[in-house]
Every structure is written in C-alpha cells, then in structure tokens.
C-alpha cells in the first residue's frame, strides 16, 4: 500500500512538473513562450535595465507578432551556442531564408549589468551597427562572453531551459504571451 501511494505521488510529482508553471512575482515582467511539442519556457525581462527592449519586445508580443513563428537558426556545433527566433517570413517561408527581416523598428542599443551567461535573452541586431535591433532575439545554450557589451541582454529564462536546450530548427512558436505580477 505504500509503495502504491508513493509511486502514485511521484507520478503525480513528474507530471505537474512537467507543466512548467510560473507566476512572476509583484514587479516582475516576464515573457512566456509557448513552444509546439516541446514545452513552455518563461523568461524574466530586465525592465529597468533594458526599458526601450523590453518595451518594444512586449508590443509585439501583444500584438501576437511572434505567434506561430519558427525557430530561424539553432547553433549546437561546435558547442552548444543558441537559438534564434523573431524573423516574420519564418512562419511560411523556407527556414533557411529567414533571418534578415524583423517588425520595420530600429531599437537603440541598451548596455546592461547582464552577462551572456546560460538563458539569457538578447536582442539581435546588424554586427556593424549596434542600434539596429528589431525583432529578433537569441537565448543562449551556453556561456559566451565574446557577445559581452556587444548585444542588449534584456532577458532570462527563469524556467524551461530545458525545453530550450530541445528546439530543433524550424521548431514553432504557438503563443507568446506577457506575465505581469501583481502585488
């Protein structure tokens, strides 16, 4: 009877964890990432640090900009690096011709205390123009800190990591949707 109860406890334990909830708490905002057949991942934005990115990220995901896009460039080789969403002809174009498009907005670079650690969130931009990020923005697999004062970090991923060390290329993004805390 025990081993029965905790077996069933345990079942229990791996399938709510397997949901991947998470409330921001009062003051937080964090972008929610509702990725096809692999899971949720949740992501602390940086507000106050990255106030214009944050900003500009957060109307698009109001706007469902990012919904049912896919994941444009996946690097795993030689060493896990990122993956990359935010291109719109990724949702019906061919995978390997996304990546050079984004909403039309050009976003002023913002230098944060962030480091390019495991999850952080960036946003993308032209390499020789610092102030041209739009749209897109990577989630690091791994530390890179060649990418250190060169990339806005706006972002972390609090919960779901593990969903993004999964994404494949061309993985798709059902829904983004923005959590608030409340007190």
């Not at 949720?40 to 507000?47: E, F």
């Not at 719109?88 to 061919?94: E, H, K």
């Not at 990339?151 to 779901?160: E, L």
């Not at 923005?178 to 007190?183: E, K, L, Q, R, Y």
């Amino acid at each position: 009877m025990l081993r029965t109860i905790a077996s069933l406890i345990l079942l229990l334990t791996a399938a709510f964890g397997q949901c991947q909830l998470y409330s921001p708490r009062p003051g937080q905002t964090v972008l929610k990432l509702e990725i096809e057949g692999r899971g949720n991942v949740y992501i602390l934005l940086h507000t106050k640090e990255a106030p214009k990115t944050s900003a500009h990220i957060a109307t698009l995901v109001k706007k469902a900009f990012y919904d049912g896009q896919r994941f444009h460039r996946v690097e795993r080789n030689p060493k896990p690096f990122l993956v990359q969403i935010g291109d719109p002809t990724s949702r019906t174009g061919a995978i390997g011709d996304a990546g050079g498009t984004g909403s039309g907005a050009r976003i002023p670079f913002e230098l944060t205390k962030f480091k390019n650690v495991v999850g952080a969130v960036g946003l993308c931009r032209n390499f020789d123009d610092k102030d041209s990020g739009d749209s897109q923005f990577y989630i690091l697999l791994d530390r890179s800190s060649f990418l250190d004062g060169n990339y806005s970090v706006f972002g972390q991923v609090v919960v779901g990591l593990d969903v993004i060390k999964k994404i494949q290329l061309g993985d798709r993004l059902v829904a983004a949707t923005i959590m608030a805390g409340t007190p």
